[in-house]
């Protein structure tokens, strides 16, 4: 049994001495110190209770401090201690809900709160306690798998502590908290778990392996595509561009017609802009002469093709009379389409 402190002397000298006597448990070893004698004053150390008979009935609880007893009528028949306890559960095998046998042993915390009850509620708190804390292992541990219990280890102290405080109320003892030590399991099982935990090992690398497959094959995907958007959007660009530096040359060449057509009427409608005029059409005509038969072996000559005088005046009649009829109609037409005009009444160099 567990080394009981409140267990009181006998008058007769029969009950146990343990006065400086040192008793060995299967889980502590711890000294015990003797009932104090009755003294009529007495200084009770701080963090104990001593329960006190009168006439063999209980009469009442001393304090720490100074305290007065009545010689002979009272005796001093429990001493409590209130500080907290350490008690060592020892090993006890228990089947999990898989049929697997266990080997565990814990610790348990406590500390006395009623030393009433401790003293009159229960023969040995401290066995008591024990045993109920080795029992509820065992009840706790047969509603869990093998897994669970390395898993949830955390709740299954928080569950064997509600137990064993919800029976130890009547026996004024507070269990504050219980720490599972070891936990041995058979060899067999152990092998097959360090099997398990090597396959899972396994399983969690290949798929962390084919999921850097599966990130890099979508890596190169996702370049690829942006690539083809890019090279896209590069030739949309390309093409916009080409698009708006051949309007600007459009524009750029009309208005060069524009302002040559200007020129050229401006200096027609000056003096001597006929002949102006003439001699240009001289000069084209005798340069479009010369360039004949060097593109093509067939030629087609008028019957008058040595009368450049003749030419010129034919000319300039065709275009004076041309000149005539359009004027009456570019007040209601718009000006680009008289520049465009104007420049088909100009013959081209030949």
């Known amino acids: 049994n567990l080394l009981n402190l409140s267990q009181p002397r006998l008058d007769d000298g029969t009950g146990p001495e343990i006065i400086g006597s040192l008793w060995v448990t299967q889980a502590q070893q711890r000294w015990a110190s003797s009932l104090p004698m ?18 063999g009935r209980f009469h009442r609880i001393l304090e720490p401090g100074l305290n007065f007893l009545i ?8 001493v409590q201690s209130l500080k907290e306890i350490v008690i060592d559960v020892p090993e006890q095998s228990a089947v999990s809900l898989d049929n697997v046998t266990l080997q565990i042993d814990g610790v348990l915390y406590l500390r006395i709160l009623d030393p009433f009850k401790a003293s009159y509620g229960v023969e040995d708190p401290e066995y008591a306690v024990t045993q109920l804390a080795q029992t509820t292992m065992r009840s706790e541990l047969g509603k869990l798998t093998l897994d669970k219990v390395f898993r949830e280890r955390e709740t299954l102290n928080t569950n064997i502590v509600h137990s064993i405080n ?13 720490e599972i030590k070891d936990i041995h399991v058979p060899p067999r099982v152990k092998e097959s778990m360090q099997m398990q935990v090597e396959a899972e090992r396994k399983k969690r690398a290949t798929v962390l392996e084919s999921e850097g497959h599966k990130e ?14 890019l090279a896209s ?9 080409k698009a708006a530096g051949e309007a600007n040359a459009v524009l750029a060449k009309a208005e060069a017609k524009a302002k040559a057509i200007r020129l050229l009427s401006d200096a027609l409608a000056e003096q001597n802009g006929n002949a102006a005029a003439s001699l240009s059409v001289a000069e084209q005509y005798v340069s479009a002469f010369s360039n004949l038969a060097k593109e093509s072996n067939t030629i087609l000559l008028p019957s008058n093709s040595g009368d450049i005088s003749g030419m010129v005046t034919q000319a300039m009649t065709i275009y004076g009379s041309l000149a005539k009829q359009s004027s009456k109609k570019l007040e209601s037409v718009s000006p680009e389409w008289a520049m465009e005009k104007s420049e088909e009444l100009v013959p081209p160099a030949q």
């Open 38 to 55: 009755n003294t009529v004053v007495l200084f009770v150390p701080q963090q104990e209770s001593w329960v006190v008979e009168r006439m």
């Open 71 to 78: 010689p002979i009528l009272d005796k001093i028949r429990y």
């Open 166 to 178: 919800q029976a130890s109320d009547d026996w004024g003892i507070r269990c504050l908290r219980y």
């Open 216 to 229: 890099a094959a979508i890596n190169v995907a996702e370049g690829r595509k942006q690539a083809q958007i």
């Open 233 to 241: 959007e590069g030739q949309k660009t390309e093409q916009i561009n």
